[in-house]
């Protein structure tokens, strides 16, 4: 590869890192500080979000704002609120009751930093400040934008987006249900999908974009949010293949159906390039304004982890 | 007493129970209908919240609409956003990491009828589920006024709210903190007050009321609050004292700092009346308008259960 090929995946790194070193410091700005005999939530609130993480949903929301040319001061708020609801979802979702996980990014998750009342309760209150938050005039002085926003997120990690996924995703795990490809990419679609697409969409939102300049972005995050779970099976199973000792597989010891295990992995990488091809293809009428999604897009399946 | 004298509660049986049935009815009909693999999710939504119970927060948006002549329907959603966000909160409470019930209104909780991966799942969706209903545009035609209602739930359900009243409570449980009174009204406003509030002030919302009138009914659902957390308290020892066999004395017996433990039964009764007289005096500007929240005023300090 030449110098000029490297280029957007450059830039897209470094874009990466501002748009994280924005939330988080957003997020320390925003969320509330750890006051009073209720501080031990705030406490939690904050160690759940501000651990880092690739930032992957604020960086969508910010990057198709500012196609628009969205301030960028309320894109982040909105990315923010969209950070929050990924966080909450990772809080409940590491619970003993639900993945039962003790790490999260090498620190110790929520209720084992803490405990586990105090885990369900940060995530319940990370969910429920992202809606303070976008309702807030700061974020947008449009009303009908806020509203929007609203009623976007709500929709997508509601019954018919994220938490329908996760059950789901249980249903998936227990012997009972018997998931094909369709199941499963249904159950993904809901599961990591919908906030994926909401965070693209947001950006469209926040910049009273046109119908189909929105539907294209909706169309572009819905091939990239089936591409990354791809990715994330793949990195599953190749950490086995590799056997270095460290590698959990975990989906696939817990006998649980992934594309992966449906597709085998010739035909999972292909369908996952296929994917981008189609996600970048979306992007076409927004030209060279787009740059940094569409290597976003490649991005997503080339990463190691 | 005469008939005249007995009127009002009456009539306040009624609307309560008319209330009831309305809201009973618009759960059924708004919550997602349980299809597909996350199917017991839905169906554990429908059970944490078909299952009865006073409905004393969706009445309190039924009546303080009523105020203002808000359409009948308008009020029935944004009051069954409210009882959503209610039984989200009994649903996470009842969870064994919390305050570990294994029943509510004499049936099953939720993580016992179905499990706890399921109970936390579908608190989350019943939270979220309540922020869509108040964003659509059934609620009410203008944006700006489900924005406002959006906003109202979020404050009173966030860490300032009802979620950050929780943990304070789970801190006034444990050895280190020391309740007084102040701390476990501030404690209570959070934990119950706050919702109830909103409910009010969610009538005034719908109805466009006055700064006036809105702050009217915030300052009657304020002294409520703290009135019916008091009866509670109170319920909660006269069951010990009159030692039934059945009665549970939790709080007393947890150790806990209630109103009660702190300023004894006479003096917690004398509260909560002089509360309820001065929630009264609060309505004095809407008149013959909201006898019916006077007479709930009596009724939460005179009721068995």
Same mark, same amino acid.
């Given at each position: 590869?030449t110098?000029?090929?490297?280029?957007?995946?450059?830039?897209?790194?470094?874009?990466?890192?501002?748009?994280?070193?924005?939330?988080?410091?957003?997020?320390?700005?925003?969320?509330?500080?750890?006051?009073?005999?209720?501080?031990?939530?705030?406490?939690a609130?904050r160690y759940?979000?501000l651990?880092?993480g690739?930032r992957?949903?604020?960086?969508?929301v910010?990057?198709?704002?500012g196609?628009f040319?969205?301030?960028?001061?309320?894109?982040?708020?909105?990315a923010?609120?969209?950070?929050?609801?990924?966080?909450?979802?990772?809080?409940?979702?590491?619970?003993?009751?639900?993945?039962?996980?003790?790490?999260?990014?090498g620190?110790?998750?929520?209720h084992?930093?803490?405990d586990?009342?105090t885990?369900?309760?940060?995530?319940?209150?990370?969910?429920?400040?992202a809606f303070?938050?976008?309702?807030?005039?700061?974020?947008h002085?449009d009303?009908?934008?806020r509203?929007?926003?609203?009623?976007?997120?709500?929709?997508?990690?509601g019954p018919?987006g994220?938490?329908?996924?996760?059950? @789901?995703?249980?249903?998936?795990?227990s012997?009972?249900a018997?998931?094909?490809?369709?199941?499963?990419?249904?159950?993904?679609k809901?599961?990591?999908g919908?906030?994926?697409? @909401?965070?693209?969409?947001?950006g @469209?939102i926040?910049g009273?974009?046109?119908?189909?300049?929105?539907?294209?972005?909706r169309?572009?995050?819905?091939?990239l949010?089936l591409?990354?779970?791809?990715?994330?099976?793949?990195?599953?199973?190749e950490?086995?293949i590799?056997d270095t000792?460290?590698?959990v597989?975990?989906?696939?010891a817990r006998?649980?159906?992934?594309?992966?295990?449906?597709?085998?992995v010739?035909r999972?990488?292909?369908?996952?390039?296929?994917?981008?091809?189609?996600?970048?293809?979306?992007? @076409?009428l927004?030209?060279s304004?787009?740059d940094?999604?569409?290597?976003?897009?490649?991005?997503?399946?080339e990463?190691k982890?």
């Amino acid at each position: 590869m030449t110098d000029v090929a490297l280029k957007p995946a450059l830039s897209l790194t470094s874009a990466l890192a501002a748009a994280a070193a924005d939330i988080e410091k957003a997020l320390d700005r925003l969320l509330p500080p750890a006051i009073g005999p209720e501080a031990r939530l705030m406490e939690a609130m904050r160690y759940a979000s501000l651990s880092g993480g690739k930032r992957l949903r604020p960086f969508l929301v910010l990057e198709a704002a500012g196609i628009f040319d969205v301030q960028r001061a309320c894109a982040i708020r909105a990315a923010t609120a969209v950070e929050c609801v990924h966080c909450y979802s990772l809080v409940h979702d590491d619970l003993p009751a639900m993945d039962d996980d003790d790490l999260r990014r090498g620190k110790p998750t929520v209720h084992k930093a803490f405990d586990e009342a105090t885990a369900v309760l940060a995530g319940d209150a990370l969910l429920t400040f992202a809606f303070e938050l976008l309702a807030a005039p700061e974020t947008h002085d449009d009303p009908r934008v806020r509203l929007e926003l609203v009623a976007l997120l709500a929709q997508a990690s509601g019954p018919h987006g994220m938490v329908g996924g996760q059950m @789901a995703d249980l249903a998936a795990e227990s012997a009972e249900a018997d998931f094909d490809l369709g199941a499963i990419t249904r159950m993904q679609k809901m599961k990591t999908g919908a906030l994926i697409q @909401a965070a693209a969409e947001a950006g @469209a939102i926040l910049g009273k974009a046109s119908q189909e300049a929105r539907a294209a972005l909706r169309a572009y995050a819905h091939d990239l949010g089936l591409a990354f779970q791809i990715a994330d099976d793949l990195l599953d199973v190749e950490g086995r293949i590799e056997d270095t000792g460290k590698a959990v597989a975990k989906d696939a010891a817990r006998g649980k159906a992934t594309f992966v295990s449906i597709l085998g992995v010739e035909r999972a990488r292909a369908q996952a390039e296929r994917l981008v091809d189609q996600a970048i293809a979306h992007l @076409a009428l927004f030209g060279s304004r787009a740059d940094r999604l569409s290597a976003l897009a490649r991005y997503v399946i080339e990463r190691k982890s």
